[in-house]
């Protein structure tokens, strides 16, 4: 039975896949990065822009590099957007879906757990057959899944 927590957690987690799938096809940005671009877009003037942030051309380059080299703050980026009058929009966008971020990561948890056993059992000459292992990593990984145990992301931890 789900408790309280797990519930919140898989409602939450179901609501933003929704939203989630929007942002899977955003365009890449840019080679001169969003500022220049749209900048230039616009036909704006680099000392156009310097103006409107309120900073010397130099530190305008300066942003347009920082942005290129991936070092630019939110914080710079948010003046910049708004002085092109743009808004910023920061999202983190898992590669694939939720579900299957943690499905995976319950997977390579119990493999490792399951490796520290089935070594133990062949020593012992108690293995047992490929199908049983199979349905037993299964059942651990749905079981790590379905109660969002903490041990799926604490590295080393024992389940």
């Known amino acids: 039975m789900k408790t309280a927590r797990t ?3 898989t409602l939450i987690r179901q609501q933003l896949e929704v939203q ?3 942002w899977r096809s955003v365009p890449p940005r ?6 220049r671009s749209i900048r230039k877009a616009l036909g704006m003037p680099a000392t156009a822009l310097a ?3 309120g900073v010397q051309s130099g530190t305008l380059a300066n942003l347009e590099k920082a942005e290129r080299q991936g070092t630019i703050s939110l914080r710079s980026l948010r003046e910049a957007a708004s002085a092109l009058d743009c808004e910023l929009v920061y999202a ?3 590669r694939t879906s939720l579900d299957d971020v943690l499905r995976r990561r319950a997977e390579e948890v119990v493999n490792a ?10 020593l012992e000459d ?8 199979r349905r037993q990593r299964d059942a651990l990984a749905a079981q ?7 041990r799926l992301w604490i590295d080393g931890e024992k389940i």
């Open 7 to 9: 519930l919140t957690a």
């Open 113 to 122: 757990h399951m490796q520290r056993a089935a070594r133990t059992m062949s």
């Open 51 to 53: 103006r409107r942030l």
């Open 144 to 150: 790590l899944v379905q109660s969002l145990d903490r």
């Open 30 to 35: 840019p080679r001169d990065g969003w500022i």
């Open 92 to 94: 983190l966008v898992p």
């Open 126 to 133: 108690q293995s047992v057959g490929t199908r049983e292992t």
């Open 20 to 22: 989630l799938k929007r």
